[in-house]
């Protein structure tokens, strides 16, 4: 079973400005909340009690809103890193067992966070990633996968012709140990700046079994300010 989630917000988010000039992408307000603390309840409504969120950029007034209630991973180097770097630093919180992980900066619906970690606790897979098949563009999170939907690699290189969808930023892990040993390695050789998704690209090609399950609902990653506005329409109505 899954008891622990990790949320990496640590990011500068300069391509939101002047909306995060003052404040973290992820405490944007979003109909009655904010972006964070609307994925934080619906991770707590899985049962999922234990939460670390990796800090970065204006770090107290993520620590005001969520109180004890958190545990906090600082990234102090976060201007010079990216989230893979940030995913790296909750080794010690992980300790080896099976968790969730998010990117702090999407907004999706509770019936595919709930539906997407209830496969990955009764699956026989490493890890899964959640993916938007369908549509994508040359700045999305592409991924390639099998006829079997495993992954064979994601990255924002791959031709749009032969991506099957986009990684929305959501994963579940049950074999920890070999992705934090994995992203340790990369780091330690100069890949602070790369994207979580290097090294779940580099154990798919080993044995490492990584499924690309679908979504079924609306989700978004807020990269921009256009994004932000959509995001508040797509979920004008939801009540979690």
């Not at 790296?88 to 702090?104: N, P, Q, R, V």
């Not at 592409?142 to 969808?165: D, F, M, P, W, Y």
Request: hydrophobic share 40%.
């Amino acid at each position: 079973m899954i008891k622990k989630a990790v949320i990496v917000a640590a990011g500068l988010s300069s391509r939101l400005y002047p909306l995060t000039k003052d404040r973290p992408k992820g405490l944007l307000p979003f109909q009655n909340t904010t972006i964070l603390e609307r994925s934080v309840q619906m991770i707590r409504n899985l049962g999922i009690s234990e939460i670390a969120i990796v800090v970065g950029y204006l770090k107290e007034q993520i620590i005001e809103i969520f109180g004890d209630s958190v545990t906090y991973i600082e990234n102090s180097r976060y201007e010079q890193t990216n989230n893979m770097y940030s995913l790296t630093l909750a080794k010690d919180f992980i300790k080896e067992e099976s968790f969730l992980y998010l990117h702090g900066d999407i907004v999706y619906s509770e019936q595919d966070l709930r539906a997407f970690v209830n496969q990955q606790e009764d699956s026989l897979y490493d890890a899964s990633m959640l993916v938007g098949y369908g549509e994508v563009d040359e700045e999305s999170m592409k991924v390639r996968v099998t006829n079997e939907q495993l992954l064979i690699e994601s990255n924002k290189l791959i031709s749009i012709q032969e991506s099957a969808g986009e990684w929305i930023g959501v994963a579940a892990f049950s074999n920890s140990e070999a992705l934090f040993s994995e992203m340790q390695n990369l780091v330690s050789v100069g890949h602070e700046q790369d994207y979580d998704t290097l090294a779940l690209t580099n154990l798919a090609k080993e044995a490492y079994t990584v499924l690309c399950y679908p979504t079924i609902g609306p989700w978004i990653e807020i990269d921009f300010a256009s994004d932000y506005e959509r995001a508040k329409v797509m979920f004008l109505h939801e009540d979690i």
